[in-house]
């Protein structure tokens, strides 16, 4: 991908092109209330809810013991580490296996599992539209080890005079930011051509993980 330089005026080309697109980049992750109680709701119900039965003290309509106490860096469910949460390990095993989950159903479509360890990969949030602060930090640093990743992170990066555009962070050059529109469309930006907000997250996103 070859990356133009931006004109030194962002309110040229760059700006122009995309003034219409101002609106905020959608980073919104997955969520569990959202995303993943329904798959619960088809699947694990009956043992591990407390409508029907809380089968080992997990009831996944608790919220708030979901949050304290199976949520966590050390809980079932560990925030950006599906690799290393245990829901997710036994979800995965062969139904012969004695740990396999659900006990007394069918396994979970590859579908539905690729989507709680998205979530999980995502900082397990589990209502996006009332974050805790943990959370929220959660979720910012998914965000951000996504799109150094070069994951399908956009973001809106704004000018000093309001102006936006949604494009995708891909590096730091010097004191610039190379930028991907969703067109594949690449600039590479002076930092000082961006307000404070959006050449801060630049210099973040350009920190090694």
């Known amino acids: 991908m070859a990356f133009s330089a931006a004109p030194k005026s962002l309110s040229a080309i760059l700006w122009a092109a995309f003034a219409l697109a101002a609106a905020p980049a959608s980073v919104r992750g997955l969520d569990y209330i959202q995303d993943i109680l329904p798959i619960f709701k088809a699947n694990c119900w009956n043992c591990h809810s407390n409508e029907k039965e809380a089968k080992g003290g997990l009831a996944l309509d608790d919220f708030e013991a979901l949050a304290q106490g199976q949520i966590g860096p050390v809980g079932l469910v560990r925030p950006g580490e599906p ?90 050059d010097g004191d610039s930011v190379k930028l991907l529109t969703r067109e594949r469309r690449g600039y590479v930006v002076p930092l000082e051509k961006l307000d404070e907000k959006s050449a801060a997250l630049a210099r973040k996103l350009g920190e090694a993980p």
């Open 83 to 172: 690799d290393r949460s245990e829901l997710l390990a036994r979800l995965k095993l062969d139904d012969k296996e004695d740990d396999f989950m659900p006990r007394r159903g069918k396994a979970l479509r590859n579908s539905e599992i690729s989507k709680i360890e998205q979530w999980i990969a995502d900082g397990a949030v589990l209502d996006a539209e009332n974050l805790t602060e943990a959370e929220r930090n959660r979720a910012e640093e998914a965000m951000l080890a996504a799109a150094r990743a070069g994951g399908e992170v956009y973001f809106q990066w704004t000018n000093p005079e309001g102006k936006a555009i949604e494009a995708k962070f891909a590096g730091l």
